[in-house]
């Protein structure tokens, strides 16, 4: 008999770099239907040097990715473990961690995400069940989204639940299946404009609601190949290194214009994502705060009810996710739905490394 409570850690970092989120998890299983209580969180941001390195790891060698591995497992370890000490956390039943994607190409088989080696389960001395992703590659699957089983179990209440990340994705039912796909690039692009302004990011979308809409970029970007495709389907940082920021670096127009005319790109797609105009849709991640965003989607979709929930859940929902599919993993259930990701079969994902 599985236990019905647990105590964990979610730890996630993406592909907007702002830094590692850890999230203190209790979860309550009452006659098969789970609750959960987000207790301590923070984010740990990442140093100017390794903001730099995650950034351009896409092009490491394979030499220098394993030295990469073995230095971001190290920095984790310590991260999980001040973590832990700072809340003087005990009896944790483990710590559930994605660790941070570097490469992501499912059509050629391969992901990784570095922070997932063994030695991590005795750097922090707890059990630790991470490296989600590679085993649906290996079934076929894109490896991604994996949130959207947390969406099922934990957001049931909800039409449509999407995310505002470094990219943005978007989970639901239909037909009796969790549908779920990456839609487009946010942060990603956004955030890198706003460093070229001198910002961390764009607060509120104030530079992006300054800019003007420039209608043949526009019109380029909602033309890209990814939006034709048909789900199930994911992003990695390849696409805006190598599609999204070449094109738009043809245009010779004000940086707020690019930013608010990739705005208006993001709304479109969403737009475009969702079978039906209508219902209840939990916006979290840090793109939740843009407000002009939010603005613009909200115009599209003007029969949307769009809900922005607590703080702790906008920012630390991954991370709460993460751990769910660590407890679902350590109960040998099913944390990867093979209606999302396009793998042979649904299954239960991740190492599980004790100490």
């Known amino acids: 008999m599985y236990k019905q409570t647990y105590n964990v850690i979610g730890v996630m970092s993406g592909t907007s770099l702002d830094g590692i989120d850890l999230a203190h998890i209790h979860f309550l ?27 351009t790891a896409v092009d490491f060698s394979e030499a220098e990715l394993k030295i990469l591995n073995n230095d971001y497992t190290e920095l984790l370890a310590k991260v999980i473990e001040n973590f832990i000490d700072k809340h003087q956390l005990q009896e944790l039943d483990a710590v559930c961690s994605h660790g941070h994607t570097i490469l992501h190409q499912p059509q050629n088989g391969f992901t990784l ?83 070229q302004l001198g910002l961390d990011y764009d607060d509120k979308g104030i530079n992006s609601k300054s800019g003007q809409l420039n209608a043949r970029l526009l019109s380029d970007l909602n033309g ?35 930013m608010r005319t990739f705005t208006e790109h993001i709304a479109n797609q969403i737009t475009s994502a969702l079978p039906k105009m209508e219902g209840k849709l939990l916006a979290t991640g840090g793109g939740a705060y843009n407000t002009f965003l939010i603005e613009r989607i909200q115009f599209w979709l003007p029969d949307l009810e769009i809900i922005i929930p607590d703080r702790k859940t906008i920012e630390f929902k991954e991370a709460l996710i993460f751990a769910l599919l660590g407890v679902l993993k350590l109960r040998n259930e099913i944390n990867v739905l093979s209606s999302v990701t396009g793998a042979k079969y649904d299954h239960s994902s991740g190492k599980l490394y004790s100490v």
Request: contains cysteine; negative net charge.
């Open 224 to 258: 890209l190949e990814y939006y034709k495709k048909q789900f199930p389907k994911s992003l990695g940082f390849e696409f805006v290194k190598e599609t999204v920021l070449p094109l738009m670096e043809k245009y010779t127009i004000p940086k707020e214009d690019k």
């Open 113 to 195: 995400q570095i922070g997932n080696l063994p030695e991590i389960a005795k750097l922090i001395n707890q059990t630790v069940v991470c490296d989600f992703r590679v085993n649906d590659v290996m079934l076929g699957g894109q490896g991604a989204p994996l949130v959207p089983i947390g969406d099922r179990i934990l957001f049931a209440d909800y039409d449509y639940c999407l995310n505002l990340g470094g990219f943005s994705n978007i989970s639901f039912e239909q037909n009796g299946e969790r549908i779920a796909f990456d839609i487009s690039p946010v942060n990603t692009v956004l955030n890198f404009y706003a460093n």
């Open 29 to 55: 299983i009452t006659d098969g239907k789970w609750s959960f209580e987000i207790l301590e969180a923070e984010t740990v941001p990442y140093d100017d040097i390794w903001i730099k390195t995650l950034k």
